[in-house]
């Protein structure tokens, strides 16, 4: 509820990002939102997910919320402009889903539709949007342009604040304004950025980011409690031996086993492997 009610004081004619950890609910959190919305008669919702939670969230807004919905895909969409649909996208009185990859290419079809919402499921997929080669996210930020918008993700960022600035800049441009100047004052990182500035990037965020972390709700959710044991392990000779010369081969100038491309992917993955046991890194080949 505490969700819901931050979103709609936003305000939603820009957005919000919700961004409880993993578990706390933010499907529901969305589905408050849209019944809300749905009460007052603004039915224009669009739902972008990743294209396996296309059922979840259809079967979640009818059995939750009462909600009907119709999932886009392109055989029903072909059908419906066959039948005279000039814009699919345009329901009476349904909620439409689809995917991130169909959207994409419906992005002109989607730009046309005056939403009440747009949701976002999975939204970390949209943080790298200020980079020219995300083509999906700076299509989908240009399609959905000037519509309320709530994006949900439980790991806003990962690897730098300039993921926390994609984000931000999808739902509201001005906050952070031009990528050269979130560079120059924020993206040293949280450990080199001075008190003044970790407190303006905090109050920036406030109005527009939401996030629950578990350990705020155990007053309401009894949680198992899990305790780690660490079993500890010394590799035999072979298998040491074996450590390190699979090792000096990774480290080669020239490998031709893996592309350039993904070298440092693919070294990641073996060294994986190898760490678990040598049964698991036997059944790698290299060509």
């Known amino acids: 509820m505490e969700a819901a009610l931050f979103a709609f004081r936003a305000p939603l004619e820009r957005g919000a990002i919700l961004a ?12 408050l939102i849209i019944s809300q919305l749905w009460a ?3 039915r224009n919702i669009l739902i972008i997910v990743p294209p396996p939670l296309r059922k979840q969230w259809h079967q979640e807004l009818w059995e939750k919320f009462y909600i009907p919905s119709i999932i886009l895909e392109s055989k ?3 059908e419906m402009v066959r039948s005279g649909h000039r814009n699919p996208f345009l ?3 349904q909620v439409v889903i689809t995917s991130y990859p169909y959207a994409r290419n419906k992005a002109e079809m989607i730009r046309k539709v005056n939403w009440n919402l747009i949701v976002f499921d999975e939204a970390y997929r949209m943080r790298n949007v200020y980079k020219k080669s995300n083509k999906i996210a700076r299509t989908l930020r240009e399609a959905t342009a000037g519509y309320p918008k709530i ?3 439980a790991t806003p960022l990962q690897n730098s604040l ?4 994609g984000l931000i800049s999808f739902i509201d441009p001005h906050i952070f304004g031009d990528e050269t100047t979130f560079r120059r004052q924020f993206s040293r990182g949280t450990k080199e950025m001075s008190e003044k500035d970790f ?3 905090k109050q920036r965020i406030k109005p527009v980011c939401h996030r629950t972390l578990r350990r705020q709700v155990t007053e309401y959710v009894n949680y198992t409690q899990r305790i780690p044991i660490t079993q500890e392990f010394m590799p035999t000779n072979a298998e040491w031996e074996l450590y390190e010369k699979v090792s000096a081969y990774l480290q080669r100038e020239h490998l031709f086993a893996l592309p350039a491309s993904q070298r440092a992917l693919m070294t990641l993955v073996v060294r994986k492997l190898l760490a678990s046991s040598s049964f698991a890194i036997s059944d790698t080949c290299f060509p």
Do not use: C, S
């Open 151 to 153: 994006l949900l993700t």
């Open 40 to 42: 007052e008669r603004k």
């Open 91 to 93: 329901q009476q009185d």
């Open 76 to 78: 029903n969409f072909n």
């Open 199 to 201: 407190i303006d990037l």
């Open 162 to 165: 300039m993921e926390l600035y």
């Open 20 to 31: 409880d950890e993993v578990g706390l609910g933010k499907t529901i959190e969305a589905g």
